[in-house]
């Protein structure tokens, strides 16, 4: 089916689906206006149209907006033109967007291109068309109405047909839970009963994020957290067994003891697993979704760095605070702060680059449209 010609559902079968997801456990909805508001959302939303862009041009300018995230094949002939249509709406800590698209080939960026280490999940609702994917464990496919989920920060490709789809894009420290489940459903294809809910709950977000005010976005991300963690459920299929609800306090308490001995060059994933008295499978099963151990307390230590570096009251030496946090080569401390960040020690010191990134929706609107969704997508970043 072509994207022009999807049906779109009725407004009445919309908000009987949203009143479904938000009553299948106990969510703190915002409340829903009884018709759509007549007022703009102030919920910042971000637009990308290629039809404003010369028909040679369309396919480039498509492709620049999702360079952060996806490379997409090449084409042959691009007189023709390339129908690509995008919204996005900043909700904090989350970005969700309606996404049209012609067909085309994609894959994840290589980790050694990458300009910043985006490792987001996407869940990402087909309304009509379908994707397919060949993924870490093998391939996957799913058509209208299906949640897929992807891991932006592994290796994958496919395809997708002329599409119109709605994407929630998920850091990795959202939420622990949101991370447990996210991880163990990554790459595959949510076609379950409380999958189909998560989909009705999407569709509803879709239809009412224009008339929703801003003093609603925590409720709403609270809302969609719990939507996450009651209806993406680990199968037998994807993870070996259940997590426990102790991996969750094991999670916090290694959390802390990680924050604790930031500057301790002898801390490893040893000592870490000592602490918490478990076996080496549950550490590594426990920080499987934040890509390791030591790579968490790598990100966790460079966090805690940038925040000295922007401080104008810390005089030291970059290498001194490299130091302190492990790092024993100056030279290796900047590689691995600009892989993180984008930018080097020495500009966030010199107050080019004043903190953790976190643009204001001015920032955004005053890009360029195609540049527009890599700016949101590295706000979530950290």
């Not at 620049?64 to 129908?83: A, I, V, Y």
């Not at 420290?173 to 991880?183: C, G, N, Q, T, Y």
């Not at 605070?321 to 100056?330: K, L, V």
Request: hydrophobic share 40%; net charge negative.
């Amino acid at each position: 089916m072509n994207a022009h010609d999807h049906t779109t559902p009725s407004e009445a079968s919309l908000d009987h689906n949203f009143a479904q997801a938000a009553a299948i456990s106990p969510i703190d909805c915002p409340p829903l206006p009884s018709k759509r508001s007549s007022y703009p959302s102030t919920i910042p939303a971000f637009k990308f149209d290629t039809r404003v862009v010369p028909l040679d041009d369309q396919y480039d300018s498509w492709r620049k907006s999702f360079s952060s995230m996806l490379e997409f094949g090449d084409r042959r002939d691009t007189s023709n033109g390339f129908d690509g249509r995008q919204t996005v709406w900043d909700l904090g800590n989350l970005a969700f967007s309606r996404i049209r698209t012609n067909a085309l080939e994609f894959a994840s960026v290589p980790g050694h291109t990458r300009r910043e280490a985006l490792d987001h999940w996407t869940m990402t609702l087909p309304l009509d068309g379908a994707i397919s994917t060949l993924g870490p464990a093998g391939s996957f496919a799913g058509g209208a109405g299906i949640v897929q989920i992807h891991s932006l920060g592994r290796w994958f490709e496919g395809n997708v047909t002329d599409s119109d789809m709605l994407m929630l894009f998920v850091p990795r420290d959202f939420d622990p839970d949101v991370a447990h489940a996210l991880s163990a459903a990554e790459f595959s294809s949510v076609d379950t009963a409380m999958g189909r809910l998560l989909a009705d709950y999407f569709m509803g977000l879709a239809k009412r994020l224009p008339g929703v005010e801003a003093e609603n976005i925590p409720e709403l991300v609270g809302a969609t957290r719990a939507m996450i963690r009651a209806c993406v459920m680990p199968s037998p299929g994807t993870i070996e067994e259940a997590q426990a609800p102790i991996t969750r306090v094991l999670l916090e308490k290694a959390r802390s003891i990680v924050n604790a001995r930031l500057f301790d060059p002898s801390f490893n994933a040893e000592a870490l697993r000592r602490d918490l008295a478990i076996s080496r499978t549950g550490l590594y099963r426990m920080f499987e979704p934040f890509g390791g151990v030591m790579h968490y307390v790598q990100h966790q230590r460079l966090l805690d760095a940038h925040a000295a570096l922007a401080d104008p009251n810390d005089k030291r030496r970059i290498v001194e605070i490299a130091e302190q946090r492990c790092f024993s080569d100056g030279a290796e401390f900047s590689r691995a702060f600009k892989r993180e960040f984008g930018y080097t020690p020495t500009e966030v010191r010199a107050g080019r680059k004043s903190g953790i990134p976190r643009r204001s929706a001015s920032e955004i609107t005053s890009a360029a449209p195609e540049e527009r969704l890599g700016l949101l997508l590295r706000k979530l970043h950290g």
